[in-house]
């Protein structure tokens, strides 16, 4: 009889710490998952302050692009404009002599008027969605060759079609980044940007052929350039690859979802 009771007893013990096990490993299982799912709604509640962040640096600095536009083309164009006609004015009042140098005068300011504009409708975010992404890059490359900046080409692959104007808009401010740092930084003489339209896929290559630089480092202007490049790609789900070597170019890669 009493060997049965220990057996009973070892029974009911195993049955015991058989349920607690079972409880620990289900509390532990259970404390695992709501640490997780917290975990995970904190980083996506990062994610999300992240990309407020960057989005009102955005919105900031396209603000401050339109006013900058609208100071070119409304004070500054206007000046010139008042400048020129100014100048045919006095043309009708001075020697032959003087009058060919107050014309020469008159085609320069005429030339940075028409410049001016141009650049003015660059910045400008109504430009770009009036004229779409691919006319906005074709003006760029226009006035680069005009003023004989750099040699510079666009082609366009495939069937194009039309991508939000918030994709656009960054899109053409990320080739906008890289067109700058090649000009500013990279003594290039060629420039060549090709946009390719496949099914729902748009892909973007952008290459210079001057001296590169550490894509390493941030400390430079190139190395910020990349960073705001791929902080806008990542705001409308593209992606972005950037490679440079010393004396073989800088090359730009960009892909976007329509």
Sequence with gaps: MEQKEVQIMVLIATIIVIILAVSLIFFFSYFQQKKTTFLLKQR??????DEEITKSKLEIQEQALQNISWEIHDNVGQLLSVAKMQLNILQLKVSEEQRIKVQETSNIV???L?????????LSPDTIKNKGLIESIKLEIERFNRLNFINSSLKVSD???????EKEIILFRI????????LKY???KNLAIE???TGNLLEIYAEDDGIGFDINDTSKQEGIGLLNMKSRAKLIGGTIDLKSSKNNGTKLYISCLK
């Design 44 to 49: 996506e509640i990062q994610q999300r302050f």
């Design 110 to 112: 005429g030339k940075s």
């Design 114 to 122: 028409h410049e001016l504009r141009g650049l003015a409708k660059s």
């Design 159 to 165: 069937e194009p079609y039309n991508l939000s104007n």
């Design 175 to 182: 080739l906008q980044e890289f067109c700058n740092n090649t």
């Design 186 to 188: 990279s003594k290039a």
């Design 195 to 197: 946009l390719k339209y």
